[in-house]
């Protein structure tokens, strides 16, 4: 490149610099845009998503499953008014795996890192399935001071394995055994078992998109979280919860059933409230989506 073309290169540069600099862009980061991880006390990373504005509602998600699954909330609560946070849960999604710190306590600890990072009050804490477990955890250990309201769909709570005091557990021999098939073969069994996620009316492609975002979480990660899940007690975590407490689960959830799970935590909440949506599955935030979002806004408004 001779001397002419070298002037009329930096002359080039210099000139997209400066008006990147006079750029709103680049003065300031676009509206909405926030540090992207909260740091866990064990310095594991939790990749979030902070969108809206107004009173916040935080949404913890399911078993293997990340944040994208709230997706369809998240879009009704922005427009309801709301400011939404997601998060992933460590090893899944966005977060990287640590290698350690998958049992309840410390994920339930993880949540408490996002209320208290984000510096959250007056929050509605939202958790499904496996997130419905952390939250309960969350509120017996760390206490509610940052929560309004709490709202649990289809929760894998309260007590999942069999004890002489918990005769609707099932035994811990059947849950290695599931955990077996997954070592065995993950893919398939996630496959071959979608479909009762879901309902006959849901799309082959929603049902497809649920299955890719399953087996993005890695099996020892989807091994650990399912022990914790299973060896989780929660039941005098339940009876410490303050606020008021909505449940919705379906009648035809075959993942967390109704008189085993919704029901019974329903039970033992004090100020617990249970709404069952006939022929919804464990998959309702998907497959009831208005439904849920509707009690989501309602519960958030109260």
Known sequence: MNRRHLMHAAFAAGLAADLAARSPAAASPPIGLRPPA?????????????????????LVHAWALHSKMWDRQVEALNHAGFRTITFDRRGHGRSPDPGRGYDIDTLAGDLAAVLDQLELTGVTLVGHSMGGAEVIRYLGRHGGSRVKRVVLLAPATPCLTLAHDNPAGLPAAAFEQLRGAWVADFPKWVGDN??????????????????????ECPLPVALATSRALTAADLRADCRRIAAPTLIVHGDADQSAPLEMC?????????????????GAPHGLFTTYAEAVNQALIEAARA
Do not use: C, K
């Not at 006390?41 to 504005?53: E, I, Q, W």
């Not at 479909?195 to 299955?211: L, N, R």
């Open 38 to 58: 909260i740091r866990a006390a064990d310095g594991a990373s939790l990749a979030y998503t902070d969108r809206g504005a107004g009173p916040p509602v935080v």
């Open 194 to 215: 979608a479909a009762p996620f879901y309902t006959p009316q849901t799309s082959p492609e929603m049902v497809a998109y649920g299955v890719r975002m399953m087996l």
């Open 262 to 278: 919704g029901r019974t935590t329903a039970a033992l909440i004090p100020n617990a409230r249970l709404v069952v949506l006939p």
